[in-house]
């Protein structure tokens, strides 16, 4: 019992339990299948912004620009169907691979330079929303196939959306990336501990390099998702972003010196996020509490995180080197 | 066909500035422990990096069970059969006891992906040979220091290395570890055909477990593979450093009736300290010995109000005081510490020696509406600058261009410059130059000998022997001996190691 | 065989004040109207609030640190401000010394939780960021104050020296050489240099460190104020969305203007007039892409791979004077 304790993931899963159990009491309409399908929804969007968001958490860095891939990549997606008549399958590849070259570009940057993600990121995060901008020049892409509006919108059955299939999948493989994979471990062994895992022979350089890019294409298939959701494409997809990937790993009780990421943690993460932002629309709050309580919440999810590992760190000190 | 496992032949390494290694040699035989030593800038470490993959030589070769070897990378080195084991600890520590031996080459199953019980069962075979008993499923964070070195061994067996570099493998571990750790290299050696080249500056340890010693001095070898039971501790030392071991001449003790200036009692730390209980008498240079890990910096910087004391007291010129900050410390009390580690805790690097030299003084110095310019820090440091005979070509070099030893003098010259009454000083001259080292002793007599009362933290014996009044011993965090110097080295070093190994 | 270059000239700011000249020429030449009044007088009130919002940042920075929330911040000080001249009828001069209190006051707030919490500014601005600007929308409703006293609004419309000038301009090189002066000339910028530089070497010498950051913090909300008061009085108006959602407007020059200006992301280094260049910098090639017509969508591309280069150039640059320094 004491294990499943320490899990990232059962403390949330409780308090998500809890709380939905609390607030349906209140509220009922809170569990009814509208709800429940907008809730969903909006789990399925952030979820995969947030997984792009770990997987750099976790090398121990971290990626400004992640909106601004999505963005990009959903304006792509969307203009190249409208104003090129590309077939949806080959502007999703494309889409695809602009993400991968977003996250290749600042991965590479990142290691071969020895410049920290942060401003790197920081730099791309304006060239791609530049790019964005000066392409679209701030206006929409309305035309989009029928078969695209209908995955963002349609339902499985009941209040369950179609768009969840691809995050939960998405989720799948990230949890067997990090806990089942070399690369996975190799990650998060350089983010535990930089030299330690060039001693042991982990290329930095090939570490780097896939995060980034696996963020990238996450980050592209956030904004494709979006632009289902949505039905078009808009320039400002991405922009509010930033926070809620920092959020929901954070939660999931990642820390930002890297090496600790928890996949279904950080899932659990996104959920609480979406469950709280519902409830205030619910209980009539103006929504610019949410951003209020986002950044409260990140700041007492860090602390707990640092506090915790200060904890742990206190108890071994006694046996470790000074 | 030699029976060497490794031969580094007229080796050469150049740095900008400095030649590093000149024409150096090194062999080590298969099944031997092989000692390296040298002082710190003789040439050690760079020879250790040529040999794991760091570095490359620029001239000469490095041949491997009789084939020559060039290595690009640390990778390269391993796959030749090479394993380091450092000073530091390099295990991911998030990461299973099992997971982090298997790292290089992680068990898979049918679908690609981690078998986690396979690396549970081959981790533990090699656990085992070590005689081992540790769970391959432990998280390394948990294990002691000890065990997680014992674990790097493994894993370095693991990869199948036939020469093992142990680079001060015994500097944070207690003797029962350290007696654990070298049974089981002697068994290794035996057993397991490896062969170990042996980096430590302890040399009752060099002559403890191995049969054969080079030594570097200046970048060339002062003797190379040279058969232990020749050698005794003076030839060795005289080795390395070239000339006979100083024991330093000091002062004639002047204890008599002096008068408690600092009295510690019955303190208890946040850190672990268990009811240090010690007195610093007036002018006097109270000496602190402890292996490391003896938590001696630790119980000073409690003492600065770093780290939190729990409970005791602690008394100045007879009244009960409370640090709380090494600013209070300062300010307050005129109590300075002069750091272990200059270049992380003692100078900013990336400043210039005004600011530095500067640093403790500002506040004293500023005039209204808090005016300081560079002329009035500089009339009030070079003076001290000055005496210590610091060689730098102006006030506004960058400290990180200076030598280790012009570092340690400005280190020291802010503590002069800001006037103390007491002075905690720690590892004065650790990988300072012979001459520097001299100096710095005589000035630290000098400043006991003009009224500065001193606790002076040192692990080198002969240092303090040389210089301390009184000695405290130290270990694990509690004070376990207390004696009057006499100044004669064998005396004293048996009594210290007496109070250490009860 | 070896010239004597004097100091001076090997500095950045030399470099950068080359470049500007440089720009400067290059744009009067090539287009129309980059040089007339109208345009000058534009730049001259833009650069003023570029070199506050960068000297902000650079207070951070300085502590090896990070302040996302400048912008957030400096645009609630000046809706506080707003809501005391309109809504409460506060004099003009009480007003602004509230507005420079009530920033300062949400500088110490960021620098008391980075310090006490040992958190990264990083994260404890990036939360708030979205808890300032959250309160501020909340308590304001998302209104302008567009009825400011006149005094005030004349203010950011003066012209000065032939039209050409705005006194923002002025005032803002005015706080460039205050705060030089606070660097090279006093006690305590020698402290916060000392601290940013090497926070545990500074705390055993005698400097309390935390408390120095927690001023950095101040310093930079204060600054901000100072840059959001300066954008209301150009605007005419507070309005809550004039530095862009969460205040993210002005992250770009508040990042540029230091790091071009040569002050070190990680700590221990300020240059207050390379800051000022930057800044400088920034809006010319910001105007200029404009008047050659790359269009105002292209710009935010262009100054990001700025920004890029720029710290590209910095890191060659560390690289390649770190190789002839002695190994010690």
Redesign the interface.
């Known amino acids: 019992m004491n294990d499943l304790l320490k899990k990232d993931w059962f403390g949330l899963g409780i308090v998500i339990i809890f709380g939905s159990i609390l607030i349906s009491i209140f509220k009922p309409a809170f569990i009814s299948p509208f709800n429940l399908y907008v809730l969903m929804l909006s789990v399925s969007l952030m979820l995969v912004v947030a997984m792009s968001q770990m997987i750099i958490i976790a090398i121990g860095q971290m990626n400004l620009s992640v909106g601004a891939i999505g963005g990009l990549v959903a304006i792509s997606f969307t203009g190249l169907m409208e104003v090129y008549d590309l077939s949806i399958f080959l502007s999703m590849c494309i889409g695809l691979g602009i993400g991968v070259i977003c996250g290749f570009i600042n991965g590479y940057i990142t290691v071969k330079t020895g410049i920290s993600a942060f401003i790197i990121t920081l730099a791309t995060l304006y060239i791609f929303k530049g790019m964005n901008l000066g392409i679209t020049e701030a206006q929409p892409f309305y035309d989009i196939p029928d078969a695209v509006k209908y995955f963002g919108n349609a339902k499985i059955f009941g209040p369950i959306p179609f768009l969840v299939i691809i995050p939960v999948i998405i989720t799948f493989f990230m949890w ?1 990336l990090m806990n ?3 690369l996975g ?1 190799y990650m ?2 350089y983010g ?2 930089v ?7 982990i290329s930095s350089t090939k570490i780097v390099v896939y995060a980034h890019i696996i963020s990238g294409l996450l980050a592209a298939i956030g904004g494709m998702l979006v632009v289902c959701r949505l039905q078009l494409g808009t320039p400002n997809i991405g922009d509010s972003w930033l926070l809620p990937s920092f959020a929901a790993p954070v939660i999931g009780g990642a820390i930002l010196a890297g ?2 990421v928890d996949v279904i943690a950080t899932a659990f993460g996104v959920i609480l996020v979406a469950i709280i932002s519902q409830t205030l629309v619910i209980f009539k709050i103006d929504p610019f509490f949410v951003q209020i309580f986002l950044g409260f919440m990140i700041l007492i999810a860090v602390f707990i995180n640092r506090y915790r590992e200060y904890r ?1 760190e206190r108890r ?7 | 066909m030699s029976n060497h496992i490794l031969e580094l032949n007229n080796v050469t390494k150049n ?4 030649k590093a290694l000149d024409d150096a040699n090194f062999k080590l035989k298969k099944g031997s422990i092989h000692a390296l030593l040298g002082e710190n800038g003789a040439g050690k470490s760079t020879m250790i990096k040529i040999i794991t993959g760091v570095y490359k030589q620029d001239s000469g070769d490095l041949i491997i069970d009789n084939n020559k070897k060039s290595f690009s990378s ?2 390269e080195a ?1 796959k030749s059969g090479i394993s ?1 084991v ?1 000073q ?8 299973s006891v099992g ?1 982090n031996l298997m ?2 080459n ?1 068990p ?1 199953n049918n679908f ?3 078998n986690y019980d396979q690396v549970s069962e081959q981790s533990k075979k090699w656990l085992d040979i070590m005689e081992l008993d540790i769970n391959p499923n432990t998280i390394v ?5 000890a065990k997680m070195q014992l674990c790097e061994i493994a894993k370095a067996l693991s990869l199948e290395s036939k020469i093992l570099l142990l680079d001060e493998p015994t ?2 571990l207690s003797p029962q570890d350290t007696k654990n750790l070298f049974s089981l290299l002697k068994r290794l050696v035996k057993e397991q055909d490896v062969s170990i080249v042996f980096v430590s500056h302890k040399l009752e340890e060099v002559f403890e477990i191995c049969d054969e010693v080079t030594v570097l001095r200046d970048g060339k070898n002062a003797c190379v593979s040279e058969n232990i039971k020749n050698l005794d501790r003076q030839k060795l030392v005289k080795l390395m450093i070239g000339r006979d071991e100083q024991i330093i001449k000091s002062k004639e003790n002047q204890n008599e009736n002096k008068e408690n200036l600092l009295d510690l009692v019955n303190i208890n730390t946040d ?2 300290h268990k009811e240090i209980s010690l007195n610093l008498k007036k002018g006097e240079i109270l000496g602190l010995y402890g292996l ?2 003896a938590g001696r ?2 119980l000073i910087k409690c003492l ?1 109000g ?1 780290d939190r004391i729990i409970s005791g007291k602690l008394v100045l010129n007879n009244e009960v005081i409370k640090i709380h ?3 209070e ?3 307050k009390y005129k109590i300075g ?1 002069i ?1 272990e580690d200059r270049k ?8 210039d020696v005004l ?1 530095n030299a500067g ?2 003084v ?2 004293k ?2 005039k209204i ?5 560079n002329g009035i820090i500089y009339n009030k440091v070079d003076p001290y600058v000055k005496k210590l005979e610091v060689k730098t070509p102006s006030y506004k070099q ?1 400290v ?5 030893g012009n ?1 340690q003098k400005i280190s020291v010259a ?1 503590w002069l410059a ?1 006037g103390t009454d007491i002075l905690f000083i720690d590892e004065p001259t650790v990988g300072i130059d012979i001459k520097t080292k001299a100096y710095l002793h005589e000035l630290i007599i000098n400043l006991s000998k003009n009224g500065t009362s001193i606790i002076l933290i040192t692990s080198d014996m002969p240092e303090m022997i040389g210089l301390a009044d009184r000695i405290i011993t130290m270990k694990d965090f509690k004070v376990v001996g207390e004696t009057i110097n006499n100044h004669n080295y064998d005396d004293m070093s048996a009594s210290i190691m007496a109070n250490i190994h009860e | 065989m070896k010239t004597k270059i004097p100091d001076f000239v090997k500095t950045n700011q030399f470099g950068l004040l080359l470049l500007v000249i440089v720009f400067v020429l290059l744009f009067t030449f090539t287009t129309d109207g980059f040089s007339s009044r109208f345009n000058i007088y534009a730049l001259s009130r833009v650069v003023a609030i570029d070199i506050m919002i960068g000297l902000a940042m650079m207070v951070v920075i300085l502590t090896g640190g990070l302040n996302l929330s400048l912008g957030a911040l400096g645009v609630s000080a000046a809706m506080f401000g707003g809501w005391c001249m309109e809504s409460m009828g506060i004099p003009i001069s009480i007003s602004i010394v509230l507005i420079l209190l009530f920033g300062s006051l949400l500088g110490w707030i960021n620098g008391f939780v980075t310090v006490k919490t040992g958190v990264h500014s990083f994260i404890v601005t990036l939360a708030t960021m979205s808890i300032y600007f959250g309160f501020m929308t909340l308590l304001t409703e998302a209104e302008a104050f567009r009825k400011l006293p006149e005094t005030f609004t004349d203010f950011g419309s003066m012209k000065l020296f032939n039209k050409y000038v705005s006194p923002l301009l002025l005032l803002s090189i005015f706080t460039c050489f205050i705060l030089f002066y606070l660097f ?8 916060l ?2 601290a940013g ?2 926070p ?9 460190v935390n408390r120095m950051f927690i001023y950095c913090h101040m310093l930079s909300g204060f600054l901000a104020a100072v840059a959001g008061i300066m954008l209301t009085a150009r605007i005419g108006a507070a309005i809550p969305s004039m530095a862009g959602h969460l205040g993210f407007d002005w992250l770009l020059p508040a990042f540029l203007a230091p790091v071009i200006g040569g002050t070190l992301l990680s700590g ?2 300020v240059t207050v007039f390379g800051t000022m260049l930057g800044a400088v910098l920034v809006t010319l090639i910001n105007n200029g892409l404009y008047l050659i017509d790359v269009g105002e969508f292209w710009v935010r591309f262009f100054l990001g791979l700025i920004l890029l280069f720029a710290v590209l150039l910095d890191r060659a640059r560390e690289y390649f004077t770190s ?6």
């Open positions: 067997i089942r994979t070399t471990r998060l062994a535990n501990n030299q330690s895992s060039e001693l042991m022979g090496g600790k742990e071994n000190k006694v046996f470790s080197n000074e | 740095f900008p500035g400095v640390p990778n391993n380091v450092h530091e600890r390099n295990l991911i520590r998030r990461f997971e790292l290089n992680l898979k690609g992906l981690i964070s948990e294990l002691t220091v500097s944070s850190l672990g490391v890990g910096t630790e600065l770093l900050s090494p600013k410390a300062l300010e510490y750091s992380k805790e003692g100078l900013i690097l990336m400043h600011t640093i403790t500002w506040s110095l500023k509406l808090s005016f300081l310019n960058l990180s261009n200076l030598s280790g570092q802010k800001a | 090279k000339f006093t006690d305590i910028g020698r402290k240099i000392a530089a090497n545990d070497a500074a705390e055993l010498s005698g400097i309390s221990g280094k190789k002839n320094s002695i190994v010690s």
